[in-house]
């Protein structure tokens, strides 16, 4: 129904650029490019550090394309499956339970302290962002965790610190009060809406950009967090992705250290193409996902209930 | 305007609150700051101690009320083994027939580990938990991080404590206290010279034994092949405040106080006589050694750019280099000489420790690797009897530090051979798979293959160090610094250190006698005197505490 009223930005083909728009958009386009390149540049080279020989890498250093292709660096990381997958696993499990209950918390919240009539909403609003600037450390964060509620080794520990933070409740807030104009929410609420109506039959349906925006926040978050497996985790079955993988170049790093005072076994260090390689495994589904909700983004600036 | 004022407000707060989420996680001066709270804020149970107090009468060797079983909590460092549930069981098994309690193993992985073990420190959550002088086992102990154990070990555990003996625990003490439980197996981290004995009996020279063979090793080598790298040395391991360049490391030969052993600030201190502080940078002596440094440096033995150059630990296994003077420990010889076997081009590296030339040797400092009950355990008593179990009962202990014999391991002529590894497989549970080195016994400790001429090495220096006068005892590690009261001067003492010394250490001077000066004056200007008094105070207190005299 939105599409269309869409207008396409360059829609009107026919009237002629002026030269002014065209040197705008040549130096846009420029910056743009070079921007991209910057981007992507880093992540190419690591690509292809991943499928060269270690060698290749120390002697020549990094090139665009592979010098000496090999599979080795994936061989090593997928030697045992298992760990890898179960740590995959897990990450997908925590990224789902925590983005899904956490959108709906946070959104929910954003509502509430959006709504006029509720008498209370600076205070609670205040509240909020109180604990973004005054936090109580870490040691008491962790004994909450760990004594107060017990949770030191369940998965809950990894999932539930992380489900809201104030600045994505602040967030959600403001896209409500952007994207839902007061008329609307006073019209449904004059046909009869109440509170549950408003949010999920109202607010809900033209939020999308909010809802992908903070999503994609929280998924990002849980996708490359692995400081609460480090923190919480008794059992290596429950670690997150990149605990994992850090927790890899971790203990090489310690052994070798430790290997000059005390007589203990050195691992070998992982090389360079195997940490060219963790990166390429940690990071991909995230590159895959990402385009996916970015026509989000794009879309959600010509929705808008409120037309004309 | 109210509006305004708090927008901005919020806008403030939101930012705040961006850069505190971003930073506060990981960054190195949250640990740091951590760490400080860990160390001040651990609640003590009072309690806890009061009803062990009434429960324990003053009689000697009493017998344990074991009717209720007990659940414990070990924390140690590094990974978890494959097998750890496998072999917990088999654990367990034991440790419920002997002292009717389990033991649950958890690991600190490599990641953040050192805010961990504080954290775990402060939710007094495990029991029995790894210590060590590297995760600030005096501190912690001062601070009332673990149990008493002086009269527990006597009423609960007296094999124990015949087993580790009184020196071992002696060095133990905080404030006078027994904390922590040591292990029973010596070893010696003895510094010394690697050098390539192939290329020595090529040519025909003396053994590198003192400063004045060194030199004559050296030069034979350069005369006999003078495109051959002689010294590969930095100033990387020399971060301290006793050495400023690598190279200063050989005169080890000559005194027995230098580097890793010995005191701090240029102050020297003859390990027969420790309370006898005296100086060594404002010393005759100093100026000798300058010059020794300035002829090794005129005759190349290493880079001029050695100041400046980052070290290439893999310098001597390639052979870019002929001797290495500085960092290295018997273990690193053993390393060595695999690498050379694998390079397969018939060289050989053989290994002299300063202190059997300045005859001064011993093993490393007791609270290196041992064992210490946190203040809060369930049942402190029970705590002790099963870490007795698990270091002097020969059953346990193998299960403990090799896993399941005939699953895991097997023993073979006396030497300790994991089957998975033979067999080409990733070892489920390798040699001392719960990384407990706080639980080796040295009398029943399996030798792994290449323990063994590394245990040779050992030997050697277990019976130099039984002549000395500490017989066999680490003097220096138990010390640490409080220096909060000079730290200004400490950094600037330290900085001059890098800027003065360390040129003057590596012979890249044009005039000795004149950078001596140069040297002597910007330190008294940066304040070593208040630093070496202080220093001194300290380190004579230490001693006392510890009747080295």
Known sequence: MARDLDYEPSAPKTIKKSTGTKVFEAIAYTLLILGSIICVLPFIIIVSGSFTDNATILTQGYSLLPRDFTLSAYQTIFKSPKDILQAYKMTLYYTVVGTGLGLMMITLTGYVISRKEFKYRNTVSFLIYFTSIFGGGMIPWYLMYANVLGLKGSTLAIWFPALMSPFLVILMRTFIVGAVPDAITESAKIDGAGHFTIFFRIVLPVLKPGLATVGLFLALGYWNDWYRSSMFSTNSSTWQLQFYLYDLLNATTAMKQMASNVSMKTADLPTESVKLAMAVVATGPVLLFYPFVQRFFVSGITVGAVKG | MKKKVLSALLSMAMVAGVITGCGGQATQSAADQLEAEGVEEIPVAETQEETTEAEAPAAEAKELDLSQQVDLVFYVMGDAPQDEELVEAALNEKLLEKCNATVDMQFSTWTDFQQKYANEITAQSADLIYIANWLNYGQLASSGAFEELDEMLDTVAPDLKALVGDANLNMCKVGGKIYAVPNTWAEYVCNGVKYREDLRAKYDLPVPDSLENLEAYLLGIKENDPSQGLLTVTTEESQGLKTGFDAAWALNFKYNWVANNGLDYGLAANYDTPSDVYDYWYSDDFVDDMKTMKRWADEGFWSKSALSDTNNSDAYKNGLCVAEVAGQNPNKQITAIADFENAGQGWESAYVAYGETNGVIYPGHATQNGTAIVRGCKDPERALLVLQAMLCDDEINAIVQYGIKGTHYDVADGIYKNLQEEAGETPTFPYEGFNTWNLRNGETKLPQKTDVKLQEMFDKY??????????????????SENYDSYSAERSAVSNVMRQYLAPLEAGLVDDVDAA????????????????????????????EEYDYK
Do not use: H, S
């Open chain 2, 516 to 543: 001596v000066e140069e040297f002597r004056d910007k330190m008294k200007e940066a304040g070593i005197d208040k630093c070496r008094e202080e220093y001194t105070k300290q380190w004579i207190a230490y001693c």
């Open chain 2, 462 to 479: 277990a019976d130099l160090g039984a002549k000395t006068k500490f017989p066999n005892v680490n003097i220096y590690d138990g010390f």
